[in-house]
């Protein structure tokens, strides 16, 4: 009989009152056994001595549901037959996704030729389950005792592995959806709520402009009052377009202090309700010295209307260009987006690198409001041949864990330029660096130092093997306060992998 198995040893002393599975209290006769692995379909084939083998040094285990099989970072050191049951293999840090399912007639555990030392993940048995397990230390003699399982297992091994890397792929797909939702979905937040709440103050607005207008053409001004009117309105107008753009946004501690000047202008000159007035005013960067000109060439009942009919009128240009603006920035992320997964294209494509950097970043802004972000994208570089969905992933790969490194404060540097026939990418962060004792292990599939649930380890892992795939490679320099990521790829990729 195979050598108890060192689970059994240590774990019940970490997991407390955990139920592991355990030997039967009768053992099952040979004869079930062998009935049993005959389900097996990786053992097709073997002889009636060859079965009697296994049963012979084989060791079962059983155990109901929710008996625990193995824990997450125990020693692994048998080859297993699952003869009934299931059993659901979780992480965790990993949430609640089952990362493997193992039902009865597999042959798994540690097979000879494998390097797999550890548990990946809990498993827990569905159901009652039933196994039989085969020790590392009977691997020799089980090789010569029943040569064909040296295939068998080649074989089972490779199978493993391509499910897990697509298991890896699929888990890497979706922890990258599910980012790229939220931060698309916390960027058309922002513009949304602004272009809904412009709108709905805008029909009250226009109402409220209509009646001033109305107002305003009940006074039966002369025509030459009418005349001075409409040309200080022109007249303010284009200056204040001027003073706009030549200036940008003005700043807020300028506006409430000309928001002051002018409530005391509106104050002394009669201006019913000068607290609704002011602001509009002060946004447009009017000067008190417009507002004598108008004084000047109207009567003092016809004055507080006409500056009222004049903030309204800017009043409702503002909220209509809000609203413009707003869904001018939603069309933009739409197409950002559009851009960035490379929608309705052929699998290789053409790939501007400052245009795909340039859409990664887009879908990140929410996390840059406190970040320096610094391009130097070189204007001669060509566009590189590549699959674009890819490598976006890898700029999202980097730029996320510099942004993580740097908790979303600090200088974000992304620069690219052409070395002979490579395109160059370096993207560089202010945080604190990486430790030089996992240095060498940040590129391995779900290593990963952030807390459990924030990251499955696997976002540089699929960055190297998706540069790999376009004949690319990475590498990282880094000392404290600076992490560089040089990225090289060839201008020219192949048609297929």
């Given at each position: 009989?195979?050598?108890?198995?060192?689970?059994?040893?240590?774990?019940?002393?970490?997991?407390?009152?955990?139920?592991?599975i355990?030997?039967?209290?009768?053992p099952?006769?040979?004869?079930?056994?062998?009935?049993?692995?005959?389900?097996?379909?990786?053992?097709?084939?073997?002889?009636?001595?060859?079965?009697?083998?296994?049963?012979?040094?084989?060791?079962?285990?059983?155990?109901?549901?929710?008996?625990?099989?193995?824990?997450?970072?125990?020693?692994?050191?048998?080859?297993?037959?699952?003869?009934?049951?299931?059993v659901?293999?979780?992480?965790?840090?990993?949430?609640?996704?089952?990362?493997?399912?193992?039902?009865?007639?597999?042959?798994?555990g540690?097979?000879?030729?494998?390097r797999?030392?550890?548990?990946?993940?809990?498993?827990?048995?569905?159901?009652?389950?039933?196994?039989?397990?085969?020790?590392?230390?009977?691997?020799?003699?089980?090789l010569?005792?029943?040569?064909s399982?040296?295939?068998?297992?080649?074989?089972?091994?490779?199978?493993?592995?391509?499910?897990?890397?697509?298991?890896?792929?699929q888990?890497?797909?979706?922890?990258?959806?599910?980012k790229l939702?939220?931060?698309?979905?916390?960027?058309?937040?922002?513009?949304?709520?602004?272009?809904?709440?412009?709108?709905?103050?805008?029909?009250s607005?226009?109402?409220?402009?209509?009646?001033?207008?109305?107002r305003?053409?009940?006074?039966?001004?002369?025509?030459?009052?009418?005349?001075?009117?409409?040309?200080?309105?022109?007249?303010?107008?284009?200056?204040?377009?001027?003073?706009?753009?030549?200036?940008?946004?003005a700043?807020?501690?300028?506006?409430?202090?000309?928001?002051?000047?002018?409530?005391?202008?509106?104050e002394q000159?009669?201006?019913?309700?000068?607290?609704a007035?002011?602001?509009?005013?002060?946004?447009?960067?009017?000067?008190?010295?417009?507002?004598?000109?108008?004084?000047?060439?109207?009567?003092?009942?016809?004055?507080?209307?006409a500056?009222?009919?004049?903030?309204?009128?800017?009043?409702?240009?503002?909220?209509?260009?809000?609203?413009?603006?707003?869904?001018v920035?939603?069309?933009?992320?739409?197409r950002?987006?559009?851009?960035?997964?490379?929608?309705?294209?052929?699998?290789?494509?053409?790939?501007?690198?400052a245009?795909?950097?340039?859409?990664?970043?887009?879908?990140?802004?929410?996390?840059?409001?406190?970040v320096?972000v610094?391009?130097?994208?070189?204007?001669?570089?060509?566009?590189i041949?590549?699959?674009?969905?890819?490598?976006?992933?890898?700029?999202?790969?980097?730029?996320?864990?510099?942004?993580?490194a740097?908790?979303d404060?600090?200088?974000?540097r992304?620069?690219?330029?052409?070395?002979?026939?490579?395109?160059?990418?370096?993207?560089?962060?202010?945080?604190?660096?990486?430790?030089p004792?996992?240095?060498?292990?940040?590129?391995?599939?779900?290593f990963?130092?952030?807390?459990?649930?924030r990251?499955?380890?696997?976002?540089?892992?699929?960055?190297?093997?998706?540069?790999?795939?376009?004949?690319?490679?990475?590498?990282?320099?880094?000392?404290?306060?600076?992490?560089?990521?040089?990225?090289?790829?060839?201008?020219?990729?192949?048609?297929?992998?």
């Amino acid at each position: 009989m195979a050598a108890p198995s060192s689970y059994e040893a240590i774990l019940p002393q970490q997991l407390g009152p955990q139920v592991f599975i355990a030997p039967p209290t009768q053992p099952t006769p040979q004869s079930e056994i062998i009935a049993a692995l005959r389900t097996i379909p990786a053992l097709d084939g073997l002889t009636e001595e060859e079965y009697h083998w296994f049963a012979v040094h084989g060791s079962e285990r059983v155990g109901e549901d929710g008996a625990m099989v193995f824990a997450e970072g125990s020693l692994c050191d048998s080859m297993v037959f699952i003869l009934k049951g299931e059993v659901h293999v979780r992480r965790h840090n990993a949430g609640p996704m089952a990362l493997w399912v193992g039902r009865a007639g597999q042959m798994t555990g540690k097979l000879p030729f494998s390097r797999m030392k550890y548990y990946g993940g809990d498993g827990y048995l569905v159901g009652s389950g039933w196994s039989l397990e085969i020790h590392e230390d009977h691997f020799p003699a089980m090789l010569a005792a029943i040569p064909s399982m040296a295939q068998r297992c080649v074989s089972t091994l490779l199978d493993r592995v391509r499910e897990v890397t697509r298991m890896e792929q699929q888990a890497e797909k979706l922890a990258a959806l599910g980012k790229l939702a939220a931060n698309l979905a916390h960027e058309l937040n922002n513009p949304a709520s602004a272009a809904q709440r412009s709108a709905s103050s805008l029909f009250s607005e226009l109402r409220h402009y209509g009646d001033q207008k109305y107002r305003l053409g009940n006074l039966c001004l002369s025509d030459t009052h009418t005349a001075q009117y409409r040309s200080w309105v022109a007249r303010t107008r284009s200056t204040l377009t001027e003073q706009e753009t030549g200036n940008g946004a003005a700043d807020a501690l300028a506006v409430s202090d000309s928001e002051m000047s002018l409530l005391n202008w509106l104050e002394q000159h009669n201006i019913p309700n000068p607290w609704a007035i002011a602001p509009a005013l002060a946004e447009t960067g009017i000067a008190t010295t417009q507002l004598d000109e108008l004084a000047g060439t109207l009567t003092s009942e016809s004055l507080p209307v006409a500056i009222a009919t004049f903030a309204s009128s800017l009043r409702v240009e503002r909220m209509a260009e809000t609203v413009v603006n707003s869904t001018v920035r939603i069309f933009d992320l739409i197409r950002a987006i559009k851009d960035y997964s490379y929608m309705d294209q052929a699998p290789i494509q053409e790939i501007e690198l400052a245009q795909s950097i340039g859409n990664t970043l887009a879908m990140f802004k929410s996390r840059l409001q406190h970040v320096t972000v610094v391009t130097d994208f070189d204007p001669v570089l060509p566009p590189i041949s590549g699959y674009g969905r890819e490598l976006n992933q890898v700029w999202t790969a980097l730029i996320e864990n510099a942004l993580d490194a740097m908790k979303d404060k600090g200088t974000l540097r992304i620069c690219t330029r052409l070395q002979g026939q490579m395109a160059f990418i370096e993207v560089w962060d202010t945080g604190p660096g990486i430790d030089p004792e996992i240095k060498d292990r940040i590129f391995e599939p779900f290593f990963t130092t952030k807390a459990p649930g924030r990251g499955l380890g696997l976002g540089l892992d699929a960055a190297q093997r998706i540069l790999q795939r376009h004949s690319g490679y990475i590498q990282v320099e880094s000392k404290p306060g600076t992490t560089c990521f040089q990225v090289r790829l060839p201008l020219e990729q192949a048609q297929a992998y």
